[in-house]
């Protein structure tokens, strides 16, 4: 009875705070707009009865979705868009969690407190400060006129770039911390067990050290990977009128358009999209797990 | 016939493979190896003693080619290796803490090195198949690092750094990681490997007893400095300062003044209103220069009446026994306070045993029992 207590606990917690509002987005994705409140129909009525309610369900908005080029395009480009960064972010992260682990002992706790110490202003204002760094009079620009690499200003501020700046800064911790984690429990006689039979400086680093921190670099890719995938904020920030992107467009069909419904089925399609990463990071945890056992 | 000893540091046409000149090594301050010149053979099982710390790990880290000297040359087969990085001496070692590639099957760590010479495929599952073979490992081929015991792991680690065929193996601490009933047993597959292979092996521990089982020759290491080196039974037996004899093994150190009695032979004051002790000594002291007799537990014979003809006798009271099962260790307290250890083998059952706490009884020795030390 205890036992069962115990592993209810989270199950209530996933039922609760997952599972039913889930439930309750994808019954207003099946259901009709409305000038009503809440904004859309049919509401549930217990006089009518539960048929009456699921037989004005449809599949509507889906058909909506795949009908109008607007949605699959915001998809794919900000599969892109999260693709391209997380590598970015990876090829940024990397050397910077080597550093990180081959540092001495006693810098590592402040390297790391580095890493960590954005978190402690807001997300918005550490976003909303790029704007003062790439706008065409910002930081970047007066210092590239100044230095005379370039002879006009620049514009990064409203285009795709601006985008992946804000991604890679935003994310670059969740990529570095598994990788540093991964590196620091490296043996460092690896290394020179590599090089005492045979293998350069750089062989030893692909075949001894990329393969010791995979784990960490899949779960960095991971941890990137899908929240940059529903991106909203940075988008609407730095991104221009061409960056397309589906947290964008979800945002406008919620507040703009106040299309509950379309905006909910955007929701779901977006869910089902970063369920297959979702459950490969998991699959790829269970393995680190197992391995190390 | 006899075969002929093996003893190539006593023939002076031979060329030690080896030869450390004059090497110091600093990290700042710290000086880790002080003005180190050594000769090692081919074919030796040479082996690093001392305590940690005393630069044992450094020489073979320089020889490895992961740390360079600050002074003087070493040289391997007459070639100075100092330019020559690590990947690129003929010299492999087995790591302290084995350093298996966790992400690689046993198969695989064992080919590691084979593969980056570019050695053909057949040849390398070949030279693979019998370095497990020599290292009985061939059912674990498959297996990865962690699925395998200690002491395979030690052996997974032994064949990775043999498969290349190295003209020097150095083994850092290689057994330190077994329970003492496997170290045994792995101290005589060592040996046997090393026969069968006929590579040198340089040796680091700070195991005495490993040092004398596996090794042809043994330098004590103390501060970045070789006391001394020489064959098992001669540091053993005669160890040139009392560093190394306290180092090895256990010993009784009685220091006093040495008068000379006649050719080779010496009497020695270590107390007023003692006799002095009789000691016969190939080391040559100037009278009344200050003098360490050091002699071995299991030289010195305990017995209950003042034996006829001892050189040395000396009276005294059982202090305490060490029961080692095989061995006895008695310390007898001497009415001028000092403790002297005997040793005698338990040839009968210990109901039987001769003497016990409190005793009277009598140690002595022969004149040539122990060593007379200068420091």
């Given at each position: 009875?205890?036992?069962?207590?115990?592993?209810?606990?989270?199950?209530?917690?996933?039922?609760?705070?997952?599972?039913?509002?889930?439930?309750?987005?994808?019954?207003?994705?099946?259901?009709?707009?409305?000038?009503?409140?809440?904004?859309?129909?049919?509401?549930?009525?217990?006089?009518?009865?539960?048929?009456?309610?699921?037989?004005?369900?449809?599949?509507?908005?889906?058909?909506?979705?795949?009908?109008?080029?607007?949605?699959?395009?915001?998809?794919?480009?900000?599969?892109?868009?999260a693709l391209?960064s997380t590598i970015l972010t990876l090829f940024v992260g990397y050397p910077i969690a080597y550093g990180m682990a081959r540092a001495p002992e006693e810098w590592r706790p402040m390297l790391m407190m580095l890493v960590i110490l954005p978190f402690w202003t807001?997300f918005?204002?550490r976003?909303?400060?790029?704007?003062?760094?790439?706008?065409?009079?910002?930081?970047?620009?007066?210092?590239?006129?100044?230095?005379?690499?370039?002879?006009?200003?620049?514009?990064?501020?409203?285009?795709?770039?601006?985008?992946y700046i804000g991604i890679v800064y935003t994310y670059l911790p969740f990529m570095i911390l598994p990788i540093y984690a991964a590196l620091d429990r490296m043996d460092d006689s690896l290394i020179e067990a590599a090089e005492?039979?045979?293998?350069?400086r750089m062989s030893a680093f692909w075949l001894v050290t990329i393969p010791l921190s995979k784990g960490g670099i899949i779960a960095g890719c991971f941890l990137v990977f899908i929240p940059a995938?529903?991106?909203?904020?940075?988008?609407?920030?730095?991104?221009?009128?061409?960056?397309?992107?589906?947290?964008?467009?979800?945002?406008?069909?919620?507040?703009?358009?106040?299309?509950?419904?379309?905006?909910?089925?955007?929701?779901?399609?977006?869910?089902?999209?970063?369920?297959?990463p979702i459950?490969l990071f998991q699959r790829n945890q269970q393995k680190e797990q197992e391995s190390d056992t | 016939?006899?075969?002929?000893?093996?003893?190539?540091?006593?023939?002076?046409?031979?060329?030690?493979?080896?030869?450390?000149?004059?090497?110091?090594?600093?990290?700042?301050?710290?000086?880790?190896?002080?003005?180190?010149?050594?000769?090692?053979?081919?074919?030796?099982?040479?082996?690093?003693?001392?305590?940690?710390?005393?630069?044992?790990?450094?020489?073979?880290?320089?020889?490895?080619?992961?740390?360079?000297?600050?002074?003087?040359?070493?040289?391997?087969?007459?070639?100075?290796?100092?330019?020559?990085?690590?990947?690129?001496?003929?010299?492999?070692?087995?790591?302290?803490s084995?350093a298996?590639f966790p992400h690689?099957?046993?198969?695989?760590?064992?080919?590691?090195?084979?593969?980056?010479?570019?050695?053909?495929?057949?040849?390398?599952?070949?030279?693979?198949?019998?370095?497990?073979?020599?290292?009985?490992?061939?059912?674990?081929?498959?297996?990865?690092?962690h699925?395998?015991?200690?002491?395979?792991?030690?052996?997974?680690?032994?064949?990775?750094?043999?498969?290349?065929?190295?003209?020097?193996?150095?083994?850092?601490?290689?057994?330190?990681?077994?329970?003492?009933?496997?170290?045994?047993?792995?101290?005589?597959?060592?040996?046997?490997?090393?026969?069968?292979?006929?590579?040198?092996?340089?040796?680091?521990?700070?195991?005495?007893?490993?040092?004398?089982?596996?090794?042809?020759?043994?330098?004590?290491?103390?501060?970045?400095?070789?006391?001394?080196?020489?064959?098992?039974?001669?540091?053993?037996?005669?160890?040139?300062?009392?560093?190394?004899?306290?180092?090895?093994?256990?010993?009784?150190?009685?220091?006093?003044?040495?008068?000379?009695?006649?050719?080779?032979?010496?009497?020695?004051?270590?107390?007023?209103?003692?006799?002095?002790?009789?000691?016969?000594?190939?080391?040559?002291?100037?009278?009344?220069?200050?003098?360490?007799?050091?002699?071995?537990?299991?030289?010195?014979?305990?017995?209950?009446?003042?034996?006829?003809?001892?050189?040395?006798?000396?009276?005294?009271?059982?202090?305490?026994?060490?029961?080692?099962?095989?061995?006895?260790?008695?310390?007898?307290?001497?009415?001028?306070?000092?403790?002297?250890?005997?040793?005698?083998?338990?040839?009968?059952?210990?109901?039987?045993?001769?003497?016990?706490?409190?005793?009277?009884?009598?140690?002595?020795?022969?004149?040539?029992?122990?060593?007379?030390?200068?420091?």
């Open positions: 009875m205890r036992r069962f207590l115990l592993i209810s606990v989270p199950y209530i917690w996933l039922l609760a705070l997952f599972l039913v509002p889930f439930v309750i987005v994808l019954k207003i994705s099946l259901s009709d707009a409305a000038i009503a409140r809440p904004p859309y129909m049919p509401t549930f009525d217990w006089a009518e009865g539960i048929w009456a309610f699921l037989s004005q369900l449809d599949l509507e908005n889906f058909t909506w979705l795949i009908e109008d080029d607007l949605y699959w395009k915001a998809y794919l480009s900000s599969l892109k868009i391209t807001s918005l204002i976003v909303y400060a790029w704007k003062g760094i790439l706008a065409n009079e910002g930081f970047l620009n007066q210092f590239l006129l100044w230095t005379g690499l370039a002879t006009e200003p620049l514009q990064i501020l409203n285009t795709t770039t601006a985008v005492d039979l045979g293998c350069s995938m529903g991106e909203f904020v940075i988008p609407s920030l730095l991104g221009g009128s061409d960056t397309l992107m589906i947290g964008k467009v979800l945002w406008e069909e919620f507040f703009s358009n106040r299309d509950w419904p379309v905006a909910s089925a955007v929701a779901v399609i977006l869910l089902l999209i970063l369920v297959v459950v | 016939m006899a075969t002929p000893v093996f003893e190539p540091w006593n023939d002076p046409d031979e060329k030690p493979l080896i030869q450390f000149q004059n090497v110091s090594k600093r990290f700042g301050d710290f000086t880790a190896i002080d003005d180190l010149t050594i000769d090692i053979f081919e074919r030796e099982f040479f082996a690093l003693l001392g305590p940690s710390g005393c630069g044992k790990t450094t020489m073979m880290r320089m020889l490895a080619g992961f740390e360079a000297p600050t002074e003087g040359k070493i040289f391997l087969a007459g070639q100075d290796i100092a330019p020559v990085p690590p990947n690129q001496r003929a010299v492999n070692m087995m790591f302290q084995y298996l690689l099957s046993v198969w695989e760590n064992i080919a590691f090195g084979l593969k980056r010479e570019g050695m053909p495929r057949n040849e390398i599952n070949a030279r693979v198949d019998e370095m497990l073979r020599l290292t009985r490992l061939e059912k674990f081929a498959r297996r990865k690092p699925q395998i015991s200690g002491g395979q792991r030690q052996r997974v680690a032994l064949a990775r750094s043999l498969a290349k065929a190295p003209k020097l193996l150095l083994l850092d601490e290689p057994l330190g990681a077994l329970d003492r009933k496997l170290r045994e047993e792995t101290q005589f597959e060592l040996m046997d490997i090393q026969e069968k292979t006929g590579t040198t092996f340089v040796i680091v521990t700070h195991d005495q007893e490993e040092a004398m089982t596996v090794a042809s020759r043994v330098a004590v290491m103390d501060n970045g400095q070789v006391k001394q080196v020489a064959t098992p039974a001669d540091i053993y037996e005669a160890p040139n300062s009392v560093y190394v004899a306290d180092f090895i093994g256990d010993v009784n150190l009685i220091e006093g003044k040495a008068t000379a009695t006649g050719k080779g032979s010496y009497a020695l004051h270590w107390r007023d209103g003692v006799e002095p002790l009789t000691v016969e000594s190939q080391n040559i002291f100037s009278d009344g220069q200050t003098a360490h007799l050091a002699i071995r537990p299991e030289k010195v014979t305990i017995s209950a009446d003042r034996p006829a003809k001892a050189a040395n006798a000396v009276q005294g009271k059982v202090l305490d026994i060490a029961y080692l099962g095989n061995l006895s260790t008695y310390h007898v307290e001497l009415p001028t306070g000092d403790v002297i250890k005997a040793q005698t083998a338990n040839t009968r059952r210990i109901s039987r045993r001769a003497y016990t706490w409190e005793d009277t009884v009598w140690l002595s020795w022969t004149a040539s029992g122990g060593i007379l030390l200068a420091n």
